[in-house]
Every structure is written in structure tokens, then in C-alpha cells.
């Protein structure tokens, strides 16, 4: 149940999107009201549950169109960019989405007179990445800094949740093949984190409760290998299913023709990106700039895997053994 509104408003670009929705979930409770700002509003109608009548009001905007932007953050009280890309999609492009998107909402965001936003990016973000998404989420962080200083800048690691794009595809993938890939041998590490406890550390930022011109890095409670998540997806979905091995060299040429794929499953620049560790840094632990430092306990994936993985199992939801072993 939401609180009674606070008379404040927040704009959330993306919030049709996986952190997105949840974000809008965790401000309606607080009472504020939230602009869903998002290119398809007409698909989103299920944001409007997510408060009382009226507090939740989506509205078209899309980054690549700076009039658009302008619009959503006119009268807002404060701001959030949710928006990113895991692979471009024809004008959808990393640069535009996020290089230019991040500067184009940072400065209307100045022109409507707010002193800073709250931007989400990613561990990993680098100007001098080999990656193309690594490097366009650390040239959207240094614009939204650029233009205004007392930003807030969340990087999470690899997000888990009902809607994610990483459990699911391989739980997805593993009903219908006898094995699963290990990119590079399985070796690199995440810190998986549940977009519940992300939307709180964004919520907590447009609270004001953080450190303004800062930079979080949004981690769970454990460091887990690329190995160690396919293993414990098995045991939720319980199948048993080879882990093979695949050399990165293999794994970018394969990603090569994947990525010309509708929807591809794999591309040259995810496989890139798998070749870096992807963790909170020991500086920012330090700092307190972690959910741990703001007062987040995170919860663990075999808390929440089973309440979403379960549909992968061979009966789904109605599995044989589920009241035995659960």
C-alpha cells in the first residue's frame, strides 16, 4: 500500500525497463509521485498499478529526441535515468542511448533548475574499455558529472530479478540443450545483486539520504564465477546439464554471427566484457559507496532464484518433487 503522496515528483526515464519498474514500485510506497518517462508508454500500463490512482503517469520520451527529454523533466522535483542497453538495436544505439542520453537528460535537467540526477550505470564502465558498452556507460557517467557535479552515479553489478536477461536466458537455454556455455571457461566473476535492493539504493539517493557526487557500486553479498551461477541455476531448475567450457577467441567469433541475429543471444562486446571481473572495488567497500555502507542488507540468489527460476523446472511450478524437496 502506498503512502499518501508527499506532494513531490520524480521523473524516472526507462521506467518501463527491468530496475525501472521496480524503481517506480519502491517511490510509490514512498509516497511520491512518479512520470514514467519511456519510449512505448502505450506497452507500460502495467506501471499504474504500482501506486494509487493518478501517482504513477507515464509519459513518451525518448533520449535520442531532446524536446522529449525537456518535457519529462519540466516541474519534476527530482530525476532518475534507468535507461541502458545490453546490445544496440538499430537506432538504439549505444552512443545515443547512453552517451548522448545521459547529457541530454542531465541538461535539461539543469535548465529546470535541479542541482543533480541520479544515473544509473554499471561496474565495469571505462573510457578506455575494448568494450563498446563499457565505454559509452562511462562516457554517459562523465557527462551527467560534467553538466552537474552533485549527481549521484549507482553502478550495479549483474542484476537478478523476475524480468533479468541473465538467469532467465540460460534457464531458458537449458530446457532445450544438453549443455551450457562457460564464456572463457566459467572464470569470471559477479557480484549479483537483487534489483529490489537497487531500486532501494535509488529510491534512498531521491530521498537525499546519499552523498551527492559520488559513485555506488551496487553489489550483492556474494562473489560468485560465471560457473558457480550456472551451477546453482541447475539445482534451482534441477536439471543436469553439461558445463562446456569455450575459449574467449571461439566466443567472440561465435558472438560475431549471434549478434546479426534478431534478439541475439550472444554478441562480440558482451563476450569482451566477460573477459573483466565484474565486482564492487575494494576502494569503494572502503568508502561505504556500497548497498553494506548505506544500510541495504542484499539479499543472497538462493533466496530468490527458486520464486521466479521455478517455472524452468520440467513441470514448472507443479515439479513432482517440489513439496518434498523444497
Known amino acids: ?41 502505450d506497452l507500460a500500463e502495467y506501471l499504474l498499478t504500482m501506486g494509487l490512482p493518478g501517482q504513477v503517469m507515464p509519459m513518451q520520451a525518448n533520449l535520442r529526441y531532446r524536446w522529449s527529454v525537456d518535457r519529462a523533466v519540466q516541474g519534476a522535483d527530482a530525476v532518475v535515468n534507468c535507461v541502458g542497453l545490453l546490445a544496440p538495436s538499430g537506432k ?68 537478478f530479478g523476475p524480468e533479468d536477461d541473465f538467469f532467465n536466458k540460460f534457464a531458458n537455454m537449458a530446457r532445450f540443450t544438453p549443455a551450457l556455455p562457460l564464456i572463457g571457461g566459467g572464470e569470471t566473476k559477479f557480484q549479483p545483486v537483487y534489483v ?27 562473489v560468485m564465477s560465471f560457473r558457480d551461477c550456472m551451477e546453482i541455476l541447475l539445482d534451482v531448475t534441477r536439471r543436469k546439464r553439461l558445463l562446456l567450457p569455450i575459449p574467449f577467441d571461439v566466443a567472440s ?50 533466496a530468490i532464484l527458486p520464486t521466479y527460476l521455478e517455472r524452468y523446472r520440467e513441470r514448472g511450478q507443479f515439479d513432482a518433487h517440489r513439496l518434498t524437496a523444497d
Open 92 to 159: 538504439q544505439s549505444f552512443d545515443a542511448v547512453q552517451a548522448f542520453g545521459p547529457r541530454a537528460i542531465a541538461e535539461a535537467a539543469r535548465s529546470a533548475g535541479l542541482s543533480g540526477i541520479t544515473h544509473v550505470s554499471a561496474i565495469g564502465a571505462d573510457p578506455k574499455s575494448a568494450s563498446d558498452y563499457a565505454r559509452s556507460k562511462a562516457q554517459g557517467e562523465a557527462a551527467v558529472m560534467e553538466t552537474l557535479p552533485d549527481s549521484i552515479i549507482m553502478r550495479p553489478s549483474i542484476v
Open 1 to 41: 500500500m502506498s503512502k499518501a503522496f508527499n506532494g513531490k515528483l520524480v521523473t524516472v526515464f526507462g521506467a518501463s525497463g527491468f530496475i525501472g519498474r521496480h524503481l517506480v514500485q519502491a517511490l510509490a510506497k514512498r509516497g511520491y509521485r512518479v512520470r514514467a518517462a519511456m519510449r512505448r508508454p
Open 196 to 222: 529490489c535492493d537497487v531500486a532501494e539504493a535509488i529510491a534512498r539517493a531521491v530521498d537525499g539520504e546519499l552523498k551527492s557526487g559520488e559513485t555506488y557500486e551496487l553489489g550483492g553479498s556474494e
Open 253 to 302: 567469433l561465435m558472438g560475431k554471427v549471434m549478434q546479426l541475429l534478431p534478439n541475439a543471444p550472444m554478441t562480440a562486446d558482451q563476450v569482451t566484457l566477460l573477459r573483466s571481473d565484474n565486482v564492487v572495488s575494494q576502494e569503494k567497500s572502503d568508502q561505504g559507496l556500497t548497498l553494506a555502507g548505506i544500510g541495504v542488507q542484499p539479499k543472497t540468489l538462493a
